[in-house]
């Protein structure tokens, strides 16, 4: 299974993006509220009702975990951070956007990989700060920020599914 995780301030966007296209590859998401309630509000008013709470599931199935931007402080959820540091030591796949990648680099999970953050956050990555617009490197996907949505969710279709998948779905969401 593949856990998306939300926090209040997300990135709606980012998180909205991954998880429709996500979906219409046909892999399996499951939306995680941080937070202790099933509404999750974003950064910008957008409420979104999640499909379970953190303490209500058991992770012992995921596959990837996919951290949208904007709720910088996830860091602070202590068990949510030990599951980011288990799933890291198993070299099971983690995904995160804009501001997200800085949760990974202060947990230490960056070190010894590449990744790319937010204007503003390449401090939190340290030496793995590489920029760019999309980055993979080992068991870490990475993306810039807001408009990078869809590339950020075309790379784990790929990852997850298959470059014929991603070309699907891509052909399909064009105008």
């Known amino acids: 299974m593949n856990y998306l995780f939300l926090d209040n301030g997300f990135e709606e966007i980012e998180a909205i993006t991954t998880l429709d296209l996500l979906r219409r590859a046909d892999i399996a998401v499951t939306t995680v509220s941080l937070t202790g309630k099933d509404m999750v509000l974003g950064a910008h008013n957008i409420a979104v009702e999640v499909d379970g709470k953190f303490e209500d599931m058991d992770f012992s199935d995921a596959e990837t975990l996919i951290l949208p931007g904007g709720a910088t402080h996830m860091e602070q959820h202590a068990a949510?951070?030990?599951?980011?540091?288990?799933?890291?030591?198993?070299n099971r796949l983690i995904a995160a956007?804009?501001?997200?990648?800085?949760?990974?680099?202060?947990?230490?999970?960056?070190?010894?990989?590449?990744?790319?953050?937010?204007?503003?956050?390449?401090?939190?990555?340290?030496?793995?700060?590489l920029g760019g617009l999309v980055v993979e490197s080992k068991n870490i996907i990475s993306a810039k920020g807001p408009g990078l949505a869809s590339d950020f969710a075309f790379c784990l279709i790929e990852h997850l599914a298959g470059s014929e998948v991603a070309d699907r779905v891509y052909d399909t969401a064009q105008y």
């Open 80 to 90: 949510f951070c030990d599951l980011l540091i288990q799933h890291n030591t198993a």
């Open 97 to 129: 956007i804009c501001a997200a990648p800085a949760v990974l680099g202060k947990l230490g999970i960056l070190k010894g990989k590449q990744a790319t953050c937010y204007p503003g956050y390449e401090k939190a990555l340290g030496e793995s700060h």
